[in-house]
């Protein structure tokens, strides 16, 4: 019986019918049409998938649609402000903090909802904040860099 | 070096602001019109005949398009090595016979990924379990279970490698080490798992987009599995969400979505789940390491002898590749001027040991590394030193096998000496372990039989001057196609923006062996240099004609300006003159091709680059815990290209090679891999990554595109080797199996304590 | 003084050690039963020539091949 989903995604609102089973990703991805969230394991263990909901980094494969019912999602195709990249994108880019790039939406969500919440954040709690997130190209270090390179202010929001 | 406008310039991945925006098209993202979903069926016995399968319920099923066994297939056998067809040995949908659990059986194609994985439950499979066998010690016992029929005692394959007198080399040895070492297996864990969309359209020709390391490969694999012309078959990739060697043999989803396709004239797209990826597609070789190493009181070492029985698994792939490379690699990166090696590849029902970044290599390293450090403890000299006395030097050939040009192990070597001195003095329980390694440029052996050129690549310059570069290397995220358009556009004197790069398309782009064996910057990057050249040189050719210059003058493009060489402030702009040139062309745009295949370049590879790693590690005694403070290496490459993107590889493989070392496993129970999932596979994670530091020692290599070489496989060879002496530095206990856990060091530091009790009693 | 193999004829001029490890390396089925003919096991030769070093499980089958491959030259 499919139940009726009413959210935002990147600002946008959506009313869209959905199984009870189905999950976040799979809404985003399919119905949605944003294929920028990956899935990497669908077990909560990669953080491929993960997006912010209401400010807060989730694994959007360990959520059912549903429960985003009345949230605000955020994905990566929501960092960018018209054509704009966001400072943490921009140092990505410089630090070349992606290499296959699969891991890299899931990293610059939960490097996001990190500086959201913790604009100052530490070495150690940058490590802390993506510790949920595999990368088998960089090896983390690049991406430590380019978040800390934004935290020290190197990379100015675009108004 | 510093007059380069490209190369060695910081720049970002000319893929970055897709991959950064999440924009990138991934074979994962790929959804066609009429597109269905596939599934498979594996199997749950490590080795069986199979019955009868019924798929009668499966194909009622509402929303169930088809269901496709072996008996759809041409039951022809792939295999890389396709010189040796009895090396080809890989139905993919089985038969008969089931070899390992996760051996396919049977695929369904359906509406969506759920209706296909109920149909899965539906298909009724009668297998006659057989005995199995594991380990590749039994296997060759007389009376273990036949794997490949015809194939007594289960061997696959065996490799000699021998120079010099070694019997009489150990004869005049002062001191001899005899040792025993387990390498353990190891998941490539791509982040983006295999998949494919295939398309088999009614016009007979067949589309695949799928997440490759070689289309070329992949396109000439499916013509023989499938019978068809390979220009029938058109191969793409876009982006590829990971390689580390587990993506350029035909697999599971790859043929099943093929298969499923030409029965339906429908899209189908198969993505492996992530336990599919854990069991039932490639992983690193486990090798039992038997090594002889012989040396005088002054730390020469004159003779090794060695002795290696690798674990199959159930099927060839690149298994035998990876059986004489470890053989290769395990006399490097020294000269020894006597040395032999025997090395036996073993069938068992276990799931295929294949290629993995490094190739062997990271295994031989390992051990090798190790016994160097002891033998240099026996001998009472300095691990650095020793390494020092015997290492590769420039021109050296390897005796009958390979002749190494560029090498910069020395130089390495006192970069990592200086490193440890700097560090002084160090806080307890904490070790500096040094690892040296060597790897290779690509591969120059041809077994898979390519009748054309090892790397090709075809530049054309459009009517704006913009670059188009085709060429069949693929990106798996190792950032090739960021490196060959800044050679591209250092070697046509243009900006890297104004270059645009197709790569990995076999419908538009010249045939390339791939990305494996680190042959992408060497061999493509040869390749596209030649083509990009022959531009430049139509281009010169007009410009002399139109500047109407005195004909002793050389002509040069850089920056986008046609100039004279002498006198450089004497030109005209790039741009017009391309306009110019391809008018006067009757508007033929400006093309340029490119080639390379080695000749006459030994046995191995054109080239190799050489590198020294100092792993530092903080060990608790109480626990065996230890943590990886810091990894420094020292690395040589030839000319740096792309110095970001070296960077990138040196950390990545040290978060990989290090994983080798420090935690990563695949242990099984009766065939069967005990931990198929990210939360159970572990693998370094940011907060166990250490600290690493690189230090680049300037080389150039000649037979290299603007003297560059390999650069970023070989940095998986010499970590768990590093990680392994360092903590023998530390706490004094050596782990002669990988990977060094938490509880081998505390066992051996029980062990130890235990024996110096004894010995005080 | 050479040695010959008695399977494929091919030739080592260095020892019978050396033509021992040639049949147990090439390890095909011809190799193996000629080997097996001479109250071997095969497969036992091979297992401790891996666990073991310089040539332990070539040296038994070196001992029949020295008489038994021997050409003079
Ligand atoms: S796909 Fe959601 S955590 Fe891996
Ligand atoms: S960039 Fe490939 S997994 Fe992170
Ligand atoms: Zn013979």
New binding site residues.
Partial sequence: MKKELKFKVNGQPYEIFVKPKTLL?EVLRDLVGLTGTK???????????TVMLDGMAV????VLALQANGTEVVTVEGLAKGNELSPLQRAFLDHGSYQCGFCTPGMLMSSTALLTENPRPTKLEIKEGIDGNICRCTGYNAIVRAVTAVVKGEYKEAK | MSDYSVIGKRVHNIDGTEKVTGSGKYTFDVVLPNMLYGKILRSPHPHAKILKIDTRRAKRLVGVKAVVTGKDTLGRKQGIWRRFPELCDEEILCRAKVRYIGDAVAAVAAIDEDTAEEALDLIDVEYEPLPAVFDPMDAIKEDAPQIHEGVELNININRHIEWGDVDEAFEKCDHIREDKFKCSSQAHVCMETHDAVASFGHNGKLEVWTSSQSSYYIQRLYADMLDMNESDIRVTNRHTGGGFGSKFELDSAQFCAAILSQKLCQPVKIVLTREEEFTATKRRTPMYYFLKLGAKKDGTMLAKEVRVITEGGAYTAMGATALYLTGFFSSFPYKYPNYRYDGYRVYTNTATTSAMRGFGAPQSTFVGESQIDMMAEDLGIDPVEIRRKNGMTPNYEVPGQAFIQSCGLHQCLDKIEEHIEKRGKLPPNHGIGVSAYGFMSGGIFNWFNTPYAFSAAVVRINIDGKVDVYTGTCDMGQGSNTTLAMICAEELGVRLEDVRMFSGDTGICPPDLGAWGSRQTLMGGNAVKMAAAECKQQLIEFTAAKMGVNIVYDLDIKDRWVHLVDRPERGVSYFDIVKEAIRGKDGVAIMGRGHYTPHRKGMISPAYSFGVQAAEVEVDPETGRYKLVNVTTAHESGTVINPVGIEGQLEGAIMMAGGYGFCEDQPMDEGKILNPSIADYKLIRSLDMPETDILEIDTYEPEGPFGAKEAGEGLTNPTAGAIGNAVYKAVGVRIYDLPITPEKVFKALKEKEKQQKKAKK | MSYQCPVCNKVSNKSALDLARHMIGRGDKVHRDWINSKGFKYSELLALQFSSFGGEGFKSLAEVLEKEAKVKD
């Fill in positions: 990703v899935r990497g394991c669908s077990s909560s263990s990669c953080g491929a998938c694994k959007s494969c360990s």
